[in-house]
């Protein structure tokens, strides 16, 4: 048992403590170059957030010189140097703002001002980030310790992404969404708090000198005052995890009924939105041929909760205007850019011209010319032949109980060619059978 303790002791390898603490106070320091290069990898980092590059982002947080007054502050925790601790926070805070203000203004003079999936990623922590920082704090600071430093310090640079959640703050503020800016700082403050967290325990373990004296009763306190900070950081990140859970849960009911009660029904979905910030949640679908009663959507509402899928409405948009609306609004509210913008909504227009083939003029025509079909459906298919131009292939399906006669189906084609007489037309049969 004793030997295979050995394999993690941490005293092995471990660099003069003397080297250490010299090379750890050096770096805390954000005069001169330090301040620039941090200035810089913010522009950097900002610019990645912006144009939603993950490459560029990795890129800004390995030139950050972040890392420095936290782990110095971790440091002057354990040895209890608190002339250390006051330099540490007060270069922090320094970094912070240059950092706040740079991106600040980056982002007020950059014209795209969109949210990109990699702002939005900062602006919710939980439990896995703490955890996150905790644990590349650690490895963070036994490299720092290493006579062979090795090369863990670049990926605790990544892993605990210091930059990005300023940068997310920096941008919340030039938009004016407190709530960005609330969430991001929020991410920001536990890295800090928890890679100085990792630093002190690290520091105690290795048993670094105490650099003053302090008696039982002071060093107590300043344990408490760790946990109770500890404490106040884990709170709201166990409650953002918890509520990402059950999203993810309910997210998942919702997409198994969609998939079992329409999609291997045959009813292709144009168009789903699910908001679930609202009370009772909203479920939106529309459908490119299916037209449901009200009976179908209360039998599918009822289905939904056999689901879990509790307080939850299901509204079907049925009537083209009325879906076309819609999906053009959550167009807008999504990030696209114009040139993306305009294919969607052409193709949009193309995918919903079937709620338009079949209107009521159409159906009164065909009951009339050919009473045996009983039932019918009108799908359409676009195809672009050039940016500027789009071909139909039409779907005519309908139902009889006996097969059309050859001279009644010529008669039939005919009718619905002369109805779309620009597009390709597809007829197809399918046999009605008695109750």
């Known amino acids: 048992m004793i030997n295979f303790l050995r394999f993690f002791d941490l005293h092995q390898g471990e660099d003069k403590k003397e080297t250490v603490l010299e090379s750890v106070v050096t770096n805390i320091s954000f005069r001169g170059s330090n301040a620039w290069i941090l200035a810089c990898a913010i522009v950097i980092a900002s610019i990645g957030l912006n144009v939603n590059s993950t490459a560029v982002i990795i890129g800004a947080m390995l030139i950050s010189p972040l890392m420095g007054p936290i782990v110095g502050a971790g440091f002057a925790l354990g040895t209890f140097d608190f002339p250390l601790l006051k330099k540490s926070i007060k270069n922090l805070l320094i ?40 644990f590349g704090g650690v490895v963070g600071v036994i490299a720092i310790t290493r006579v062979n430093k090795g090369n863990p310090i670049p990926g605790v640079a990544i892993a605990t992404a210091l930059m990005p959640p300023l940068c997310t703050a920096g941008y919340g503020l030039a938009i004016g969404n407190l709530s960005y800016f609330a969430g991001a700082l929020y991410l920001y403050i536990i890295n800090c708090v928890f890679i100085c967290l990792a630093t002190f325990v690290i520091v105690k373990y290795l048993r670094y000198p105490k650099m003053h004296y302090v008696d039982k009763q002071r060093e107590k306190r300043i344990t408490q005052m760790i946990t109770v900070i500890t404490l106040i950081l884990v709170g709201p990140s166990l409650y953002f995890a918890y509520t990402m859970l059950q999203q993810r849960k309910y997210t998942n009911k919702v997409e198994l009924f969609i998939q079992q009660e329409l999609t291997e029904k045959g009813y292709t ?8 910030n609202r009370s009772p949640k909203q479920l939106e679908l529309a459908f490119l041929a299916k037209k449901f009663s009200n009976r179908e959507i209360d039998a599918l509402s009822q289905s939904m909760k056999s689901f879990g899928i509790e307080n939850t409405e299901l509204i079907i948009r049925q009537d083209s205007l009325d879906i076309r609306s819609s999906i053009l609004n959550e167009i807008n509210q999504r990030n696209i850019s114009v040139n993306e913008k305009d294919l969607t909504i052409r193709a949009l ?3 919903l011209a079937s709620y338009e083939l079949d209107n009521g003029r159409l159906q009164s025509d065909l009951s009339i010319l050919f009473p045996e079909i009983e039932d019918y459906s009108i799908g359409v298919q676009s195809r672009y032949v050039d940016p500027d131009s789009v071909s139909k292939h039409i779907a005519f399906i309908y139902a009889t109980k006996e097969t059309l006669a050859e001279e009644q189906a010529n008669k039939l084609r005919q009718w619905v060619k002369n109805q779309f007489p620009r597009d390709s037309i597809n007829l197809i049969q399918s046999r009605t059978t008695e109750d």
């Open 349 to 351: 227009n193309n995918k």
């Open 269 to 276: 979905i144009i168009y789903e939105r699910l908001l679930q």
């Open 95 to 134: 970094a912070t703002g240059i950092s706040l203000v740079v991106s600040f203004l980056y982002f007020t003079l950059s014209p795209f001002k969109e949210a990109q999936s990699e702002l939005l990623a900062r602006i919710s922590p939980n439990i896995y980030d703490v955890l996150i920082a905790f």
